[in-house]
Each structure stands twice: as structure tokens, then as C-alpha cells.
């Protein structure tokens, strides 16, 4: 019986190919490890060092879907593809991508490529009917087959955000799609200069060309030009959009430049063409949210909300038609601001990614960012949350840097009904805490329902703890005593702050939280008495200060507890816990008065405190007493807590 050969074994790699699966094992650990963006760096280096190897193109392409999203790795898939033609496994993955895009001419050419290799292609060929009406342009003229494959790859790219690369690839392609992608990303390249050059002799060539007329103003605003701009917003706001592609960035334009009437009465032109309605659902759902947009900031509460309907019922669950829908229903009939502008479509994305990516040093990057104060205004009015944010940054890093003009835009937000009113308070605090507001100017701030003046605190606010200066045993009681209040056990603190007097007579803390304990127990007249005696030893004791004011404006003996407050306000160095008690009880002095006006203002800066649970807390006994004129004291509200 004769034996069966035996099979070869396969060897092992050797040499290079050993170290580029080592390599690549590595990189597959840091994705199963989630960590993508490294896997992507090191693989990038791979495939410097091997351009034709398939292992590390395909798996750049898993770990930007992963990390990226499909755009990024649309453009590996697209890479891999160009440098592989006869990969099958390249070509599969760039027509998956493609048709996932729409972009059909470029899965055209790759189904070729496929069938050269054996695979089936469903649906292609393209029948000749649809390659006709594909290569049909919106003037009636015919594109060539190169002309639309360049202009999807540059689509491609332009999805991905790679702008440099939708520059190269449609660089001479004679389409107007093609050109305005083109000018779009040398914007985002942060060529300013170079794309409003570009959108002004597009729309000379094709006065129908409103894509390039609306970013050729926006530009303008841009660059400062607040004068050029508006020039160019006079044809815009009288153009007829020839196409759902005109009529979007026609509506986004005239909204950014503040243009509200024009933007309606352009809907309403749309409203009437023969296209509105057919076409990308997406697109259509975007024109009823920007016309929502204007009725809303037209202060037409009812129009917008009809609009926003419009566009959810095109799109269910559109996302900016939900957000706007958000915005306009919490101000009820009146005028308000929905998001208009994201904050991937207003700056230059690659200014914007590399502040991202900078991290601790995003700071070095404010000074770069060549937008006007004019143009951020404009975002900060129309952007979303996101954007808004960076805009206020970006002013008050610009304001700190000696800008008298982004300091007034913030002054300006502070005045809008747009986001919170901390956030609206903030701005005017952030200028003042910097010197860059005169200490004696009015002020003034939306409060939610009107604009009203306000004054800022002039003090330095500390947040360090101050020791009891009692004896360790003394400061243990004094600690419990504390524990004992908070879980509303009042005749437990009294009887540890009682022994802490026995070996600390006139303590401070000690007699005003006992004033509390006593006060919590409906033992009021004992509380008075003591906080008497606490002013009495410890006249700079603001909390003993301030609490027995409190009951003297309950009491309705406003004069005497005016005295009480007088001159502490303007105390150069302050705890933050005599703030929170200060200030309430002004506000509430304020409310007894009939000065509410004052009251909101120095709850307002409270308000603009708030870091934890603890201000959160001072702040909601502040405001629960100052919205009564005789209000009953919340048991316990200004009990002490040790050290401060």
C-alpha cells in the first residue's frame, strides 16, 4: 500500500510581506479597539509605502466608515479604485459608494469595469434614455459623458470634504453645477478671494445662476463689504428661482443678509412655478424651513408654524424644520429666531477643522478665522446653538484684543430673545469682568419679555474656604450640625450649635445657623433676636445681615432693612455665598418696592453664577424670595454652611 503524498505547506511570510501583516494585525487590534482615527493615520502611512497593496486600502476605507462616516471613505473606496482598475474587490466597494451617493455616470463607468472582470451589474449599462436625460443640463443644453463622470467625482469629494480634491477634479469642467461646487470649496479652503471672483463671473456669465449670486453676497458680507453686499441682494431678491438648486441658497442669502419680506415674497414666487413640489424631497422640505424661518423672525407665528408643517410632512422627522418648529413655539406669538445656518455651512471648514483638531492652542487659531463682524452678527442671528457659540467666542476673543466693534455685537446679543438668559447676561459680564465696558454705562438685556437695564456686580468673587477658626472638636460639631439641618433634623443642629456657643460665645457662624435652626422651628421671634446680636458683635457678617432683612421685609419694615443692606453692595471683595444671600435679599427689597425691574436685574446676575448644585440651590432660594412682597421664608433657606 503505498502512502499518500503529503501536501506542501504553505510558508510563512517572510521579509516584507511579514512586517506589512504584522502591521496590518496591529492596526485591526486599534479597531477592534474603536480607536480609529489612529488606525487610519498609520494605515494612510501604509499606503504611501505600498500604493498597490489592496490590504490597507480596504481597511482604510472600514476604519473612516467607522470613524468618518461614508463621505470620507467614499473617497478611499474612489482611490482604491483609480489605482486598482482591474481590482474586483476595489471596483465593488467604489460602486457600492457610488450608488449609495446618486452618483450615477461614475457607477456607469465602474459597472464597466466590472463586467471586464466578470461581475453582474443590475441595471447598467444605463439605458439610453436615461443617459440623455442625465447628460440634459438646466439651460437645455447637453453635457458629455467625461463632463458628468468628472462632476460626480468631484461630487464625491465634495460629500467627503475633500475640497482640494473637488478643486483638481473640476478645474475646467464647463457645467454650472460643476462650477459652483467648485467656488463652494475654495471657500471652504479659506480662498475667499478666489471664490467670490468665481461666484461674481458665474453669475455675469448666467444671470439665472442665483447659487452663485446668494454666495457672491455672502462673500461680500464676508470680507466686510456690508455695502457691496446689499448691491447684490437687489437682484437677488427680485430673481425667480429657475430650479429647487437656486431657490435654496436664493432663501439662505436673502435670510443671512437680514432680508426677511424678500425671502417670503421669493417663496411665494417658488410657490408658484411649475417645479416647486417635484423633485428631492430633502430639498423642497429645506424651502418651507427657511420660509418659516423669515414669517418667524417677521414675527408671523401662525405662517411659520404652517411652513414648518409643510416641510415635515415632505421630510417627517426633518431635523431643521423640528428645531425651528421648537423655537417658534416657545415664543407664542411672537417674533423669534429658528436656526438657519449650521455650523459646517457658515465658515471655512478648513479653518474650522483645524481649530478642532489644535485642541489646548484652538486659541492661536481665533486670529485666523478672517470673517467681519458684520458676517458673524449675521450667523450669530440665524445660526444654530453650535455656531452660535463659536461666533460668541470668536467675538470675545476679538473684543478682548482691542475691537470696540465685536464688543458692541455682543452688547447687541445681549438684547435679542435669542438663547438663555444666562447666556445673554454672560455676554455683557464677560466685557465687563475684562475692563471693556465703562463701569457707569447702562446696560441693557432681553429678559424674555422686554429689554430692560441692568446693573453688574462691581466685586471680586471669591469661591475659597474659609476656615471656622474654631478648635477641630468645635468644627466637628459645627460640620454635624450642618448634616443635621440639611436632613431637616432642626432640633438636633440646635442642640450642637447650642454647645458650640457654650465654648465659643459669639461665633458667628455658629449664632446665625442657630438663628436658622430656631427659625425653621417656627421660633421666630428667637431667630430675630439673635441675628440682632450677631450684626451687633459681627457688623461685617453679611449673612446675619442679609437674613434679618429678610424678616424685616416680611414684616413689611422695608426702611430698617434697607439700612440693614446699605453699603454692601458695593463691598470690593465678596464670597460667592454672600452674593447669592445679598443679592436675594436686595432683589426681594427690590420686588417690596415695586422695582421690578431692579429685582430681575440682580437675579439676572445670579443667574450668570451658577457652577454647581450648591449655587443652583442659593440661586432658587434667591429668586423664591424676592417673587413675593410679603413672602413666608423658606424654612431654613439661609442657614450657613461652615468656613465661609
Known sequence: MSKKSAKPKSKPATGASAVLSSQLKAIERLMERRDYSTAARRLRALIEAHPDQSGPRRLLVE????????????????????RRPKSLPAQEMLFRYALQFGHVMLADRTA????????????????????????????????TAEQMLRFDIGKLHLDGHDFAGVVRWLDGVDLTPAKNNRAMSLFHLDRIEDALAAFLAFWK????????????????????????????????????????EDAVPQLDALLL??????????????????????????????????????????????????????????????????????????AGDALAY????????????????????????????????????DFLDALYVGGDDGLRGLVAFI???????????????LKRFARLPIGTKQTRFGFLR???DKGLLPRDEPLEMWDGEHVTQVKLINTEIRRDLVPSHLPEDLDMLLGRSIECFNTRDYAGAEILLKRILEHAPGHRVALGNLAAALSAQGHDQEARELLRDAVARHPDYIFARCNLAVMLIEDGDLDEAARLLEGLYESPSLHVQDIFVLYGALAMLS????????????????????????????LALAKRLQGRVRPVAAKGGWFKRSGA
Open 63 to 82: 476604519a473612516l466608515e467607522s470613524g468618518q462616516g461614508s463621505g470620507a471613505a467614499a473617497i478611499a473606496a474612489f482611490d482604491w479604485a483609480e
Open 112 to 143: 464597466e469595469r466590472l463586467r471586464a472582470l466578470g461581475a453582474e451589474t443590475r441595471g447598467f449599462p444605463m439605458a439610453p434614455a436615461i443617459r440623455a436625460d442625465l447628460l440634459r443640463q438646466p439651460d437645455g443644453s447637453s453635457a
Open 205 to 244: 456669465e448666467d444671470p439665472d445662476n442665483l447659487f452663485a449670486l446668494g454666495w457672491a453676497a455672502r462673500l461680500r458680507l464676508y470680507q466686510g463689504d456690508e455695502t457691496g453686499a446689499r448691491r447684490l441682494t437687489t437682484p437677488l431678491a427680485a430673481a425667480t428661482a429657475r430650479r429647487v
Open 257 to 330: 443678509l437680514g432680508e426677511d419680506n424678500a425671502a417670503l415674497s421669493a417663496f411665494a414666487r417658488v410657490e408658484r412655478s411649475d417645479w416647486f413640489g417635484i423633485g428631492e424631497p430633502q430639498q423642497q422640505a429645506m424651502l418651507s424651513h427657511l420660509a418659516a424661518c423669515a414669517a418667524s423672525r417677521l414675527g408671523e407665528a401662525k405662517r411659520a408654524r404652517a411652513l414648518c408643517k409643510a416641510s415635515l410632512e415632505r421630510v417627517p422627522n426633518f431635523k431643521p424644520a423640528l428645531e425651528s418648529r421648537t423655537v417658534i413655539d416657545a
Open 338 to 373: 429658528p436656526p438657519v445656518f449650521g455650523l459646517g455651512q457658515a465658515l471655512p471648514l478648513t479653518w474650522l477643522n483645524r481649530m478642532r483638531d489644535a485642541g489646548n492652542d484652538a486659541f492661536s487659531h481665533l486670529a485666523k478665522v478672517t470673517a467681519s463682524n
Open 395 to 409: 467675538l470675545q476673543y476679538r473684543a478682548e484684543q482691542g475691537d470696540p466693534g465685536a464688543a458692541e455685537r
Open 430 to 432: 464677560t466685557l465687563y
Open 591 to 618: 420686588r417690596a418696592r415695586g422695582d421690578q425691574a431692579a429685582a430681575d436685574a440682580l437675579i439676572a446676575n445670579l443667574e450668570s453664577l451658577v457652577e454647581d448644585e450648591d449655587d443652583a440651590r442659593r
